[in-house]
C-alpha cells in the first residue's frame, strides 16, 4: 500500500445527478476502497449529500472548488476582494466539513504577461493564506493546459506555478498537479513531479488524448507515474478526474486497482 490517498471526482463518475446516483457512486467507491471523494462546484443541498453520504460510508471529501472562476481569477488585482470573500468563506466551510482542500485559479491573461503576474496571484493568496494555515486547508493553485481544454489560462506550466507557490511563501499554498494537462504541455511527468513534490497538495489523473480511462489507448504509463508519486512521500489525496468511456463503475474500480501501489 503507498502512502498517498485515492480520491475520485464525483461527477465524472455520475450516471446522473440524482440522488440516488450519488449515493450509489459513493458507495461503491467505499466497497471498492476510496477513502475520498471531491466536487467542484456544489450548492449546500449537494454538499450536504455528498458529504453525508460520505460520511455514512466512512470517507471524506478531499476537495471543492475554492473560488470563481476559473477564466477571471487571481491574476488581476481588481478581482482581489471578491476572491477574498469567497475564500475566506469556503475555508470556513472546509474547516466545518473537515475537507482538506480548495481549489483556486489563476484566470485567464488578458493581456498580462507571465512575469508580472506571478507576484499579482501571490499578493492574492497572501490575502488569505493566515486564514488556511489556521483552518489547516490547503490552497491548490490548479495547473491546466492551454492547447487543448483552456485556450488563455495562465497557470499553464509548472514552473510557473512554483514560482507563485514560492513568491506566497505558505505552506498551505501548493499546486493542483493535473497529470493529463501537464502532459499537453510538458512532458517529461516524472521528473518534474519529483522535483517539484514539495510545491504539489494534490493532483488529478486522466488519459490523453481524449481525457479518458487510464489504460493501453493512451499515451501516458500511468503504473510508474503512481509508483513515483509513490516514491516521494507524498502522503495527500491522488485523485481521478477522467470521463470513463464504458461503465463509470467498473472504471473507478479499474483507476483504484491501477494507482494501488
Not at 466545518?96 to 499579482?120: A, Q
Not at 493501453?216 to 512521500?233: D, F, K, L, S
Not at 489525496?237 to 491501477?258: I, R, T
Request: glycine share 8%; net charge negative; charged share 25%.
Amino acid at each position: 500500500m503507498g502512502r498517498f490517498k485515492q480520491s475520485f471526482c464525483l461527477p465524472c463518475f455520475l450516471e446522473n445527478s440524482e440522488p440516488k446516483s450519488v449515493r450509489t457512486a459513493i458507495e461503491t467507491a467505499a466497497k471498492i476502497g476510496y477513502p475520498a471523494v471531491e466536487l467542484w462546484d456544489a450548492d449546500e443541498k449537494t454538499l450536504d449529500l455528498v458529504c453525508g453520504t460520505a460520511q455514512d460510508n466512512g470517507m471524506a471529501v478531499a476537495s471543492i472548488c475554492g473560488h470563481g472562476s476559473l477564466t477571471d481569477g487571481l491574476n488581476k488585482r481588481e478581482n482581489h476582494e471578491r476572491i477574498r470573500r469567497e475564500l475566506l468563506t469556503k475555508i470556513d466551510t472546509a474547516q466545518k466539513r473537515k475537507i482538506p482542500n480548495l481549489i483556486c485559479f489563476s484566470g485567464n491573461r488578458y493581456g498580462v504577461d507571465d512575469k508580472t503576474s506571478i507576484g499579482i496571484v501571490a499578493e492574492g493568496f497572501k490575502l488569505v493564506s493566515k486564514q488556511a494555515e489556521s483552518a489547516g486547508v490547503m490552497l491548490n493553485l490548479e495547473l491546466l493546459n492551454t492547447k487543448v481544454d483552456h485556450p488563455g489560462y495562465q497557470c499553464d506550466h509548472t514552473s510557473w506555478g512554483v514560482e507563485v507557490v514560492r513568491q506566497t511563501g505558505s505552506p498551505n499554498v501548493k499546486l493542483l498537479y493535473d497529470i493529463y494537462h501537464m502532459q499537453i504541455m510538458e512532458g517529461d511527468l516524472c521528473r518534474t513531479i519529483s522535483e517539484n513534490i514539495g510545491c504539489i497538495g494534490h493532483f488529478h489523473t486522466a488519459g490523453n488524448p481524449g481525457r479518458h480511462d487510464m489504460d493501453e489507448t493512451q499515451e501516458i504509463y500511468y503504473p510508474e507515474i503512481a509508483r513515483t508519486i509513490n516514491r516521494t512521500g507524498f502522503d495527500r489525496y491522488v485523485g481521478h478526474e477522467f470521463m470513463p468511456k464504458g461503465d463509470k463503475l467498473a472504471a473507478l474500480k479499474q483507476a483504484f486497482d491501477l494507482f494501488n501501489v
